[in-house]
């Protein structure tokens, strides 16, 4: 095997440029060689090409052999990048399952490296939290970096998709976590060698090292903010890493300033808040017990008593089983203040539109105190399967009927008249940036176009449910004044039956807008961004 030396500094750019050269013609298989190729050669390290490729005579062992020198942490973190960009997974938390026997994430590092590590503990799977959700959302600046300490653009592009995460990882550490460098290079380095091949570990090495003189010289390349809107945006986009579009729609309706100040929101390790399930009889007091028992720091919330915030700790409220026992939930205040809008009586029917995986349903189910109902209706059926779960987790399916069909069918069929119909609408989410870390990659302009056009058939919908003199809530996690405020301009415009009721009284003033709707914002509240508007159905 290729031995490659973990680290050493290099003393000038065109030595690095030029060890970097021979790494990157070394890390590639026998007889390619980038520099000496012609284009018509198959490259090795094209992104359709499986990083790790067994054959029939090379099969995956049943239990594949331990490797005690790679650090776990980095292969959990490198895999699961790898099936996110993929499609197969979301850089959210992880779950409780992930030990070294083949279960659960690390069942995915066995069959994608083909070898085992040690099982992750506490820390390991803190760290793989933060390390996946903190390089998805960094992917565009990180990218930049990388590309930039690449010999020629080519290299960057055809690399390989297990690379690029390992990559990733690393610059991650060094750059925005201040790991200690030495220790980075030779892990991501090892990483490398095992989970692919020496020279790939060598090339690992070269690129890092390229970084960290970089990052000592701090000379680390950034793009300038200037020239006209596109480039600005283009720069920006960089530098706070989110796509371009999202950039240009900011700085035109918000300013640069509090585009940058959004950006940074996103970009921050994203705040929890817990909501107490008093249907299961807890109260706050126990959950507060609960969190100082577990050392978890906590703040009450301001605008509703049933929540709590946390900024660290999420991991541990998930693997104490708080969530699972049903004692609270993860819910935004933004989201309970949606609710809030709703206002839940006991004795009313309510009608939850578009209710999975339950949020909503459940904080106003809880708010009825054993009397009415609501009826819970949604058109996926693995997420309306999730809130019939949590209901009788709860113990609040009495007060909750789940109904698995598409909204715009059920009003055919029905001439149910509810006291209060809520439309939690499908939405661009833009509001919920910070918590859904790879959400700005899969999100397009083009989508926008189309949700609206959803979102007006469902309020035209949701609208015939509506009693007379009931109300009608609409609302979004998005912060996008055409999801939001043109949606609900038109509908009246569509609907003169029914009139704004402006939600003085119902959330706390900072949240009203001029025009009465609810509004929360990241940069002026300090929680997901969300919307909601209520609406009255006139008598006659
Ligand atoms: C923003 S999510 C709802 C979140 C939920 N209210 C909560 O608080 O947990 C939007 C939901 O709308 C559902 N949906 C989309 N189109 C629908 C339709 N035509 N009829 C019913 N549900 C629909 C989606 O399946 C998705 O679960």
Redesign the pocket.
């Known amino acids: 095997m290729e031995g490659a030396r973990p680290f050493s500094v290099v003393s000038s750019t065109s030595t690095s440029r030029s060890n970097l050269r021979l790494a990157y013609n070394k890390s590639l298989p026998q007889s390619f060689s980038l520099l000496t190729s012609n284009s018509n050669v198959p490259s090795p390290l094209k992104s359709s090409k499986k990083p790790h490729k067994r054959t029939e005579r090379n099969p995956i062992p049943r239990t594949p052999k331990l490797n005690s020198e790679v650090s776990p942490h980095r292969a959990a973190s490198a895999v699961r990048l790898l099936r996110i960009e993929q499609g197969g997974a979301f850089a959210d938390l992880l779950n409780e399952k992930c030990g070294g026997n083949g279960e659960g994430e690390m069942g995915y590092v066995q069959r994608t490296l083909g070898f085992r590590t040690r099982a992750l503990d506490d820390r390991d799977i803190r760290l793989v939290t933060d390390i996946v959700g903190g390089t998805v959302r960094w992917r565009r600046y990180l990218d930049h970096l990388i590309m930039s300490v690449c010999i020629e653009e080519r290299m960057f592009r055809d690399m390989e998709p297990l690379l690029l995460q390992i990559l990733r990882v690393g610059f991650y550490e060094i750059i925005k976590l201040n790991m200690p460098s030495y220790a980075v290079v030779d892990e991501n380095v090892k990483l490398a060698k095992a989970a692919l091949r020496p020279g790939a570990g060598n090339l690992v090495n070269a690129i890092m090292r390229k970084l960290l003189l970089l990052k000592e010289t701090e000379s680390l390349p950034l793009p300038a903010v200037e020239g006209d809107d596109r480039a600005r945006a283009r720069a920006l986009a960089i530098i706070h890493s989110h796509p371009v579009w999202m950039v240009r729609r900011w700085i035109r309706f918000l300013g640069q300033e509090e585009a940058i100040r959004l950006m940074n929101w996103n970009n921050r390790d994203p705040c929890f808040s817990l909501r107490v399930n008093s249907g299961n009889g807890f109260t706050i007091a126990d959950l507060v017990k609960k969190l100082q028992d577990l050392k978890v720091p906590y703040e009450r919330s301001t605008v509703l008593h049933e929540f709590l915030r946390i900024q660290t700790g999420m991991q541990t409220v998930i693997q104490a089983g708080l969530l699972k026992e049903g004692m609270c939930s993860v819910q935004d205040e933004s ?1 309970g203040l949606v609710v809030s809008v709703v206002d839940p009586q006991p004795g009313e029917t309510i009608i ?10 459940l904080f106003m189910a809880s708010r009825l105190k054993g009397q009415g109902m609501v009826r819970a ?4 059926k693995g ?1 309306l399967r999730i ?1 019939k779960e949590t209901a009788r987790s709860h113990k609040l399916d009495s007060v909750i009927a789940a109904v698995h ?4 069918l ?1 009003v055919d069929k029905k001439t149910t008249e509810a006291d209060k119909v ?1 439309l ?4 661009s989410g833009l509001g919920v940036l910070s918590k859904r870390a790879d959400l700005r990659w899969n999100r397009h302009l083009e989508d926008l176009e189309r949700l609206k056009n ?1 979102q007006d ?2 309020l035209d ?1 949701a609208s015939l449910l509506v009693k007379p003199g009931g109300v009608l809530v609409y609302s ?2 998005s912060i996008d004044h055409e999801e939001n405020e043109e949606r609900i301009a038109a509908f009246l415009h569509r609907h003169p039956e029914f009139v704004l009721q402006p939600v003085d009284g119902y959330v706390p003033p900072d949240f009203v807008t001029r025009d009465g709707f609810y509004s929360s914002s990241p940069i002026k509240h300090w929680m997901d961004g969300s919307f909601a508007a209520r609406l009255v159905r006139s008598l006659g």
């Open positions: 989201a939850d539109c578009c209710a999975a995986p339950g949020g909503k349903t209706i949604d058109i996926n997420r809130l069909t598409d909204i715009r059920y809520l939690d609408a499908p939405c959803l058939e469902l919908a979004t996690c």
